[in-house]
């Protein structure tokens, strides 16, 4: 698993409530990215980061905002969640030193339910 | 047209079988190609990656690329119901970032 963890691992919540996922790397890597998963869609970039205060937009980040103020973590934040924002979401890591850039290593998911 | 293109399955093939899984792209200008693997539940998991056409192999993994024809595969030898799960196939677009963009995944069913 290339040292990723993220957290909450499971979380339910209503309609209108922030949530925040967290996700902490031990590698030094680089870039860290969010995806969600859904039925049908596969993964998409939600945001990225390209290092510490550095982030930008993937492909579906209506609705989400992302933070990293040290190397190890990568917030991902829904200010208000949404049902449609119900998704498997993946955090992954790339561009280890020494090594392929652009290979991206998986963290376990946070399945995210929202009511 | 999506920019990564693979057949949903679900792929069946026996025990012992060999296993071809396959994968268009539109950018031309992609460099960097990635097999994924995801078993149900859980996170898609690096199988390979290959950069230059022809063959690259790995153990009982193939993976096979085509620029001028768009395409990419991934041939698994001596089929086990272990290799049954998900097959992501990801494209490194060119433009930065190191993002990829992947495919919706094919579905692999290895039958006793």
């Known amino acids: 698993d290339a040292g990723i963890t993220q957290s909450p691992r499971h979380k339910v919540t209503e309609t209108g409530t922030p949530v925040t996922l967290r996700c902490h790397q031990t590698?030094?890597?680089?870039?860290m990215y969010w995806y969600r998963q859904d039925p049908g869609h596969g993964l998409r970039l939600i945001h990225y980061?390209?290092?510490?205060?550095?982030?930008d937009k993937g492909e579906v980040s209506d609705g989400y905002s992302v933070s990293r103020s040290k190397t190890e973590d990568f917030l991902l934040t829904l200010e208000s969640a949404t049902s449609s924002q119900t998704s498997v979401y993946f955090c992954?890591?790339?561009?280890?030193?020494?090594?392929?850039?652009?290979?991206?290593?998986f963290g376990p998911g946070t399945r995210l339910t929202v009511l | 047209q999506k920019e990564v293109e693979q057949n949903s399955g679900p792929l069946s093939v026996p025990e012992g079988a060999i296993a071809s899984l396959n994968c268009t792209y539109s950018?031309?200008?992609?460099?960097?190609f990635f097999w994924y693997r995801q078993y149900s539940g859980k996170s898609p998991e690096l199988i390979m990656f290959?950069?230059?056409?022809g063959d690259k192999e790995d153990g009982r993994f193939t993976a096979q690329l085509n620029k001028a024809s768009q395409y990419v595969s991934l041939l698994i030898r001596d089929s086990q119901p272990s290799d049954s799960a998900t097959y992501l196939c990801?494209?490194?677009?060119?433009?930065?970032?190191?993002?990829?963009?992947f495919g919706t995944g094919t579905q692999l069913k290895v039958e006793l």
């Open positions: 590698e030094n890597h680089r870039y």
């Open positions: 990801a494209v490194a677009l060119p433009g930065g970032g190191n993002k990829l963009t």
């Open positions: 290959i950069y230059s056409n």
């Open positions: 992954a890591i790339s561009g280890r030193a020494g090594g392929q850039e652009d290979t991206q290593y």
């Open positions: 980061s390209y290092g510490v205060k550095d982030t």
């Open positions: 950018d031309r200008g992609s460099q960097s």
